[in-house]
């Protein structure tokens, strides 16, 4: 697949925006999402728009287009096909989980549609999970819509922001404005991650990281990488080479 992918890339824009809809349905296909490296996938796509080779409002309407035939196809097999998935042993063994994702489905169906569209493990498995518990036709649509729309830009981001730096003219401040650039990003996802972290604590079980990361210790953490995130942020907005940077990242958005 991988390779396939590659390919259609290095032949024409019209084959990475053919790339565009692959990636992002076989990533929100049910199950298949899981194996599948759909995030990298997404943000090398998100590269080349970055760079000017693909145009990003055709890579969006892609990307929503793979999104809507994964996630409506995944909805049908779990409808068409309820009753040997629920005696199939993966979902008895998680059974617990099932319960509690069929309870969020049909009382706040629209937050975990839209929820789940953007965490990895979940965006494969709760269009098919809503199709097997007979979730509403007119309760699924609008919230997937909705996250189909915007999940494509989202995941382009990491790779939209690298291709536009590559495109800064290479000087004695280029290198430190990309490290700069770089360090930002990371500081900033570390920060929401365990921002998240901090805010799932109080509601979820125990999983293999709470031995590491206790409330205690998130209730530093979070509010530190914070902090240092945003101090990353305001030295880059005052780097010398921020206006060029933000403007070839107006070019990319206006498609020029």
Not at 27 to 47: D, K, N, Q, R
Not at 102 to 120: N, P
Not at 239 to 246: F, G, K
């Amino acid at each position: 697949m991988e390779a396939l992918l590659e390919h259609f890339i290095t032949q024409s824009a019209t084959y990475s925006l053919v790339a565009v809809v692959l990636v992002a349905f076989f990533e929100s296909l049910a199950l298949v999402g899981l194996i599948l490296p759909g995030t990298v996938m997404m943000a090398g796509l998100g590269a080349l728009i970055g760079s000017g080779e693909v145009n990003f409002w055709q890579a969006w309407l892609a990307g929503i287009i793979g999104c809507l035939l994964g996630d409506w196809l995944s909805f049908w097999l779990g409808w068409r096909f309820k009753a040997p998935l629920h005696r199939w042993s993966f979902m008895k063994k998680n059974k617990a989980l099932l319960d509690k994702t069929e309870y969020a489905l049909h009382q706040h169906s629209m937050f975990t549609i839209l929820v789940g569209r953007f965490v990895g493990p979940t965006r494969p498995l709760v269009p098919m999970v809503a199709g097997m518990f007979d979730l509403p036709v007119r309760k699924f649509l609008p919230p997937n819509i909705i996250g189909c729309m915007l999940w494509p830009p989202f995941y382009f981001l990491p790779g939209i922001l690298a291709g536009a730096a590559i495109d800064i003219p290479a000087d004695m401040q280029s290198g430190n404005f990309k490290w700069l650039l770089l360090l930002t990003a990371v500081l900033l996802w570390l920060a929401c991650w365990l921002c998240w972290r901090l805010w799932r604590s109080g509601k979820a079980g125990v999983d293999k990281l709470t031995r590491y990361l206790p409330r205690s210790r998130l209730l530093l953490l979070a509010p530190g990488m914070l902090v240092a995130g945003v101090a990353a942020a305001v030295a880059l907005m005052n780097h010398p080479l921020m206006p060029m940077y933000l403007s070839i990242l107006g070019k990319v958005i206006r498609g020029h």
